[in-house]
């Protein structure tokens, strides 16, 4: 390796630790109001349970961005490498029991997919003193963005750790606590996609900005003894979820040079049960918003709204979302929403 590459090897390298918004593809760094094109966020990444929004956790990075070239510098990648403390599954659990009630006596729903009655017999346990860091793991993650322009941004995102059993039978674990059970991997893997065409071509008019991610991700249930006695109560858990938006201006103005009206759609997806509904020997498995068992319905919605910055730190937001369950009519529990919200960043 000569002079010049390695010196674009030591360029670049930036190393951070404490506490911070997990690196994983693009919208939940990029989730706040101010930033964010919606009132809303996708459902991928906030209720649909396929990764755990609004990640924040403590951990050390390591950011490369080398730079390229001499007169006209580019800086076309970016890799992010780290470990933090916490977990996917453990992480999507502890904001259940912040943000979703639950009556006195219910357990906080497991990652791992329950087992139903027509698959095996039950057993289930319970779940105490779930904390962002209920184990003595870390996990690993892994970012790379790609940009062969400066508006255009692909790339892909992984992280992969352990997670306790989130149900264990109480004899075998008496006076222990969740550190103490067997751990199972959970791990997510997603892609994503931006281009903003109105800075890649000179145009009279302005150009849409695109945007879109897909997640996919295993929460594994821990491997004990009583899978064997054929009493086990929970399964691994499959996930997929993602989002595709546009956001087209209706015109430019010249005086502040920013985006006139805005009108946008995004379509959502998100099934944090791949495996429901299926087929068994015994019989169906059917999702049922009615049911007891949680988070195993898939949910599309269509959303569609208007933003306008009045100014550059000073936006308005309008939206309707239509949200369709999986089941078709006879499972829809008519959530539909309609939100307006007014942001100023100072």
């Given at each position: 390796m000569g002079q010049e590459g390695a010196a674009v090897v030591r360029r670049g390298f930036r190393t951070s630790g404490g506490v911070f918004i997990v690196p994983f593809g693009l919208e939940d760094e990029e989730h706040d109001a101010p930033v964010r094109w919606w009132v809303t966020r996708p459902l991928a990444m906030s209720v649909g349970r396929i990764y755990p929004g609004s990640w924040i956790d403590m951990g050390v990075t390591i950011k490369w961005k080398p730079t390229f070239g001499g007169a006209r510098p580019i800086r076309p990648i970016e890799i992010d490498l780290g470990v933090i403390n916490g977990d996917a599954c453990t992480q999507t659990r502890t904001m259940d029991a912040l943000y979703r009630y639950q009556p006195v006596g219910q357990a906080v729903p497991p990652c791992e997919r329950?087992?139903?009655?027509?698959?095996?017999?039950?057993?289930?346990?319970?779940?105490?003193?779930?904390?962002?860091?209920?184990?003595?793991?870390?996990?690993?993650?892994?970012?790379?963005?790609?940009?062969?322009?400066?508006?255009?941004?692909?790339?892909?995102?992984?992280?992969?750790?352990?997670?306790?059993?989130?149900?264990?039978?109480?004899?075998?674990?008496?006076?222990?606590?969740?550190?103490?059970?067997?751990?199972?991997?959970t791990w997510r893997v997603g892609a994503h996609f931006d281009l903003n065409l109105d800075e890649v071509v000179a145009s009279r008019y302005p150009l849409p900005?695109?945007?879109?991610?897909?997640?996919?991700?295993?929460?594994?249930?821990?491997k004990t003894s009583m899978m064997m006695l054929g009493e086990q109560a929970l399964a691994d858990r499959r996930m997929l979820g993602g989002y595709a938006q546009i956001a087209q201006?209706?015109?430019?103005?010249?005086?502040?040079?920013?985006?006139?009206?805005?009108?946008?759609?995004?379509?959502?997806?998100?099934?944090?049960?791949?495996?429901?509904?299926?087929?068994?020997?015994?019989?169906?498995?059917?999702?049922?918003?009615?049911?007891?068992?949680?988070?195993?319905?898939?949910?599309?919605?269509?959303?569609?709204?208007?933003?306008?910055?009045?100014?550059?730190?000073?936006?308005?937001?309008?939206?309707?979302?239509?949200?369709?369950?999986?089941?078709?009519?006879?499972?829809?529990?008519?959530?539909?929403?309609?939100?307006?919200?007014?942001?100023?960043?100072?």
């Open positions: 329950q087992l139903r009655d027509v698959e095996v017999p039950r057993g289930d346990g319970f779940v105490l003193g779930i904390t962002p860091d209920n184990n003595g793991n870390k996990s690993l993650l892994a970012r790379l963005q790609i940009r062969p322009v400066p508006a255009l941004n692909f790339g892909g995102s992984y992280i992969w750790g352990t997670h306790p059993q989130s149900q264990f039978p109480s004899p075998q674990y008496m006076g222990k606590g969740y550190p103490d059970t067997v751990q199972a991997p900005h695109l945007r879109g991610e897909v997640v996919y991700g295993v929460d594994s249930v821990g201006p209706l015109w430019r103005r010249k005086k502040t040079r920013l985006p006139g009206l805005i009108v946008q759609y995004r379509f959502d997806f998100a099934d944090p049960d791949r495996a429901v509904p299926g087929r068994t020997k015994d019989g169906y498995v059917l999702s049922d918003f009615a049911d007891r068992y949680l988070y195993d319905e898939a949910l599309q919605a269509h959303v569609v709204g208007l933003r306008f910055p009045v100014l550059p730190r000073f936006n308005l937001k309008g939206e309707y979302m239509f949200v369709r369950e999986e089941g078709g009519r006879s499972n829809r529990v008519f959530n539909d929403a309609f939100s307006l919200q007014a942001v100023a960043d100072f």
